[in-house]
């Protein structure tokens, strides 16, 4: 079907299927591209599979937990190729409320204030790494070397509640 080394060029990307985020928003996290007036891209398995996860990915992160993309590429007897993406999004997840237990060096207060800008917004799993790794540098700067953060997911409907055991060491 695709032989390596023989050079096909993208003739349509079609995303079927999204309802809350829109056609030009999910072009635009695509590395192949949709053909222009005057450029058309050249079609890569790599970039296609990586355009894939960068889709999953950028669902994710707009509180899409459940989200599923299915692919098909066709290749055309000129060589061109249609890609076409089919995305079930699934219910989009709100970032409820932080549940904190076992912190005593560094206030209740101080810890909400690394999630209270996303309190109440949808669910982005991404930013709750990092706001986990900050606390966790935070503790670590102040000399607490043995601190360690286990997160758990409290799942109500399409609210999360994210629960925070802290054991400072």
Excluded at 87 to 103: A, H, R
Aim: hydrophobic share 35%.
């Amino acid at each position: 079907f695709l032989l390596p080394g023989e050079k096909n060029a993208i003739n349509q990307i079609i995303i079927d299927g999204n309802i809350i985020l829109s056609d030009n928003e999910l072009h635009a996290i695509l590395t192949l591209k949709k053909p222009s007036l005057f450029k058309r891209s050249e079609f890569s398995q790599k970039i296609y599979m990586r355009d894939k996860q960068n889709l999953i990915g950028y669902y994710k992160s707009k509180g899409f937990r459940d989200i599923n993309i299915s692919s098909v590429i066709n290749k055309h007897a000129d060589n061109n190729i249609t890609i076409t993406y089919t995305i079930n999004e699934g219910p989009q997840y709100n970032f409820k409320d932080v549940i904190l237990s076992g912190n005593k060096y560094m206030s209740k207060d101080v810890i909400l204030q690394y999630f209270n800008s996303q309190i109440g917004k949808y669910f982005n799993p991404t930013f709750i790494r990092k706001q986990i790794i900050d606390i966790k540098r935070s503790y670590l700067s102040d000399g607490k070397l043995n601190i360690s953060i286990m997160q758990e997911l409290l799942v109500d409907g399409t609210n999360i509640t994210l629960r925070l055991n802290i054991s400072e060491g």
